[in-house]
């Protein structure tokens, strides 16, 4: 199935440099390559029903005030954390973009009950054998 593309705007996601953490020898302390990436969804030009769906998600990088923070150290360069970034942003925002099917309930066959007591019987038959012998 295709989703539906909503794209976020780049103008709309905060951008901050930090250090990024771990090891990286001499460099690490010297160079903010690490990003950290702020997305207001509440100020968002997202549809109504995305911007919902998003913030009723149970993740962790949702504060309460409804900002998406990310943070991105996986490469070398502030450059391609940035990108890395947006995609996870993106990657995110597509997962709620699609409206997740309403569940009608259903009710079973008259084959599939008769089936299921079938089943049941045969196996309580099996049961009953086990016991002592009776003369």
Do not use: C, W
Not at 82 to 110: E, G, I, N
């Amino acid at each position: 199935m295709l989703r539906p593309s909503v794209l976020i705007d780049p103008g709309e996601v905060d951008f901050s440099a930090i250090r990024a953490q771990g090891a990286g020898g001499q460099n690490v302390n010297k160079v903010s390559s690490a990003v950290h990436l702020r997305y207001d969804i509440h100020a968002s030009s997202l549809p109504s029903d995305v911007k919902e769906r998003l913030l009723a998600l149970r993740d962790g990088r949702i504060t309460q005030e409804g900002v998406f923070v990310l943070k991105a150290q996986q490469h070398r360069t502030q450059e391609m954390n940035r990108a890395d970034a947006l995609a996870r942003l993106q990657a995110v925002v597509d997962s709620v973009a699609v409206a997740p099917r309403v569940r009608r309930a259903t009710r079973p066959t008259y084959g599939s009950k008769q089936r299921r007591l079938e089943g049941k019987s045969q196996r309580s038959q099996i049961k009953s054998l086990r016991g002592p012998v009776r003369d």
